[in-house]
């Protein structure tokens, strides 16, 4: 089942100078459990898309359909939309909340669960004025969260996070996909992508160049295996997929003399800079 269809979306801005293309036709759909990331570094069009989805902005020109339909207030009951503003600036950490807990007619016991999950709620009385970009990057995926929506659109949820709350945040887009939840979320940390997204998107120019599983890329763009290998002794050996190569690395092995084995597979940066420099738009 597709919880969002889109189809050749465009969209421009216009200025007395000169016109940007935002979007060029981009299509694409989501399924029910999925995770999908839309990478690319900043002003590939990412957060433009999520706009459009969310109707904020309006398209030149295509279509979308969102949770079987297009967008009506009914959508935003079961819509979940994490961008970069929108707090309460001068009111505490849990008033925010509490004040969307109210909106939405929600069990206030929900408020104080998402700031034990994003582990906030030591800092719950706090104001929003006094956090650091983390803290309101945490207090802002709590305000998506909290009315436990179907569809989640995240704008770059892991920003300005550290190394210990964004595997926390991982952790939780990973349990929500568990539990049914739809996910598309920009990024343009490709390791962030790989590691828990089902599928990606790469935009360059606002264009899609690039879209499939992360490991199915990583094989389409890895036409020679590689294998790198370090010795017990420190040394490190490369080796490709001959046989010759391959006779070697067997008698490493069985002369107990290698410490770590493992192929030489290409990143997901590696790949959309290869995409990029080549010119291979889709």
């Not at 920003?159 to 945040?169: F, G, H, M």
């Amino acid at each position: 089942m597709d919880v969002v269809q889109v189809s050749e979306l465009c969209k421009k801005y216009k200025n007395k100078y000169r016109t940007k293309i935002a979007l060029d036709n981009i299509s694409f759909s989501v399924k029910k459990g999925e995770i999908l990331g839309i990478i690319g570094p900043s002003g590939v069009g990412k957060t433009t898309l999520l706009k459009i989805l969310t109707g904020q902005l309006l398209p030149d020109s295509g279509q979308f359909d969102i949770l079987g339909g297009k967008i009506s207030q009914k959508t935003y009951e079961n819509l979940g939309i994490m961008m970069s503003d929108g707090l309460y600036e001068t009111l505490s950490i849990k008033y925010n909340l509490q004040l969307f807990a109210e909106i939405f007619n929600i069990n206030s016991k929900r408020v104080d669960q998402l700031l034990k999950i994003t582990d906030l709620y030591e800092l719950r009385n706090k104001k929003v004025t006094k956090l650091s970009s983390g803290e309101k990057q945490r207090l802002l995926l709590c305000r998506t969260l909290l009315h436990q929506p179907q569809l989640l659109l995240l704008d770059e949820p892991t920003s300005r996070l550290d190394p210990k709350n964004t595997v926390a945040i991982h952790e939780l887009l990973s349990k929500l996909k568990r539990e049914g939840k739809t996910i598309i979320l920009t990024t343009h940390d490709m390791l962030e992508a790989e590691q828990i997204c089902d599928r990606v998107i790469f935009l360059h120019q606002g264009r899609v160049i690039e879209i499939g599983r992360p490991y199915e890329l990583k094989l389409k763009y890895n036409p020679k295996v590689k294998y790198e290998l370090m010795l017990k002794n420190g040394e490190f050996l490369k080796f490709t997929e001959t046989r010759g190569d391959l006779l070697q690395i067997s008698a490493l092995l069985e002369n107990k003399k290698v410490a770590t084995l493992h192929t030489c597979e290409p990143t997901l940066n590696d790949i959309f800079l290869k995409l990029v420099k080549g010119g291979k738009d889709k």
